[in-house]
């Protein structure tokens, strides 16, 4: 047999065997992972992987609370699967090289950073954000991000929150790019949703996301998810006609003229891009406001936005 330079000669066999025993004892556990952090061809970390998925996303079922059924399930598959793995690893005394003679696992982030939480890498809270996008990605039926994995990786074992605070920063309104962790902005990003899907419906609903959230949210989507054709001013069945604009133009003109409120409210939303929902609650631009994304500044009488956080990802990088 040709010596697999990440294992022991006789080991590589049962690393492989061990996968075929997964397969066998825990399907739905080894087709989880396998979507959700796809491998390598070797399953190097095969024990580590697998017992580092599980603690994480044991801790992010705690630090949920109330998981959603889909979510228990997806716990008791990703246990069954390691304690399958870690019993076979031990009888056939395999020894586990992870993390030597320069591999790399780059090209499998959410791999590697399951073999992180395996590994002891991670403190809590980071074990509780890679337990998240895992467990997210499970029940949405999709890989785990691969930049948000990579971020658990390299900046979690540094993490000193503790899981009250990260609750408390993923539910707060300042952005988490303005504090020290700003790698956890994409998690805050995702949070409300991912907190809908992941937890027990059968509570009190969770509180509304605030204004300067949701206007953070549509702003970024805007930026960031718009078509490509949306992107280039590619005109479609969406648009008005230029008789409808003008027309358009014409009406809104009327109502600002005879003091409309409607007139002000299609005014606000042009400028602001914003959706007319969220028009009545647009503060008034205060300068001890800590943190704003949109306001209107009536001695200047214009509308602000504050859209600097766009380009945060692209200035770190």
Same mark, same amino acid.
């Given at each position: ?20 025993? +997964? ?36 801790? +992010?079922?705690?630090?949920? !609370?109330?998981?959603?059924?889909? /979510?228990?399930?997806?716990? #008791? ?51 509780? @954000? ?6 997210? /990605? /499970?029940?949405?039926?999709?890989? &785990? ?10 900046? !979690? ?10 609750? @408390? ?6 952005? +988490? ?23 027990? %419906? ?31 001013? &590619? ?7 230029? !008789? ?15 003091? #409309?409120?409607?007139?002000?409210? /299609?005014? %606000? ?6 959706? &007319? ?12 406001? #800590? ?27």
């Amino acid at each position: 047999m040709t010596e697999h330079p990440f294992f022991d000669p006789y080991d590589y066999n049962s690393i492989l065997s061990t996968l075929q025993l +997964a397969a066998d004892l825990s399907t739905d556990g080894l087709t989880i992972l396998s979507k959700i952090a796809p491998r390598p061809s070797d399953a190097i970390g095969l024990g580590k992987v697998t017992a580092g998925a599980y603690i994480a996303v044991q801790a +992010a079922v705690d630090f949920i !609370g109330r998981p959603s059924t889909a /979510a228990a399930c997806i716990l #008791d598959s990703l246990k069954a699967l390691a304690d399958a793995i870690r019993c076979n690893l031990e009888r056939s005394g395999t020894r586990e090289i992870l993390g030597t003679k320069g591999r790399s696992l780059r090209a499998f982030p959410a791999w590697n950073m399951s073999a992180a939480v395996g590994m002891g890498n991670l403190p809590i809270s980071a074990q509780i @954000v890679a337990g998240l996008w895992l467990l997210n /990605a /499970a029940v949405n039926d999709k890989k &785990v991000p691969q930049e948000a994995a990579r971020k658990v990786t390299k900046f !979690g074992p540094l993490c000193d929150l503790p899981p009250q605070a990260l609750l @408390v920063l993923l539910n707060s309104d300042q952005d +988490a790019t303005e504090t020290a962790w700003p790698w956890l902005a994409q998690l805050q990003r995702a949070w409300p949703s991912m907190r809908n899907a992941l937890m027990d %419906c059968g509570g009190p609903p969770p509180a509304p996301a605030s204004f300067n959230r949701r206007a953070q949210g549509q702003l970024f989507s805007r930026a960031h998810y718009s078509s490509p054709a949306h992107r280039s001013g &590619v005109f479609n069945h969406r648009n008005l006609s230029k !008789g409808q604009l003008q027309e358009a133009f014409r009406q809104t003109a009327e109502w600002i003229s005879t003091n #409309d409120w409607r007139g002000a409210w /299609a005014v %606000c939303s042009a400028l602001s891009t914003l959706t &007319v929902d969220l028009l009545p609650n647009l503060p008034l631009a205060d300068s001890k406001a #800590d943190a704003w994304i949109a306001c209107i500044d009536v001695e200047a009488g214009v509308i602000k936005l504050d859209v600097g956080f766009l380009a945060e990802d692209s200035a770190a990088a």
